[in-house]
């Protein structure tokens, strides 16, 4: 089963981190769009975790 960075985060992390969630999606990317996108932020940034998802069509998520 596939996990949505979402449902990731509430299981996982959320009440035993404490920080921010970033979410840098850009809709429409293509993968190597994605990579460039998340190499401009990661070395910017600098978090502890990252969460990376590509596909939002194939997420596991129940939207009802």
Not at 35 to 61: R, T
């Amino acid at each position: 089963m596939q996990l949505c960075p979402f449902l990731f985060y509430n299981k996982h992390l959320k009440g035993n981190t404490k920080g921010t969630v970033k979410n840098i999606a850009k809709f429409g990317s293509t993968l190597l769009k994605g990579i460039d996108i998340l190499k401009k932020h990661l070395s910017k940034d600098k978090p502890d975790i990252a969460v990376i998802e590509f596909g939002e069509n194939d997420c596991d998520f129940d939207w009802e």
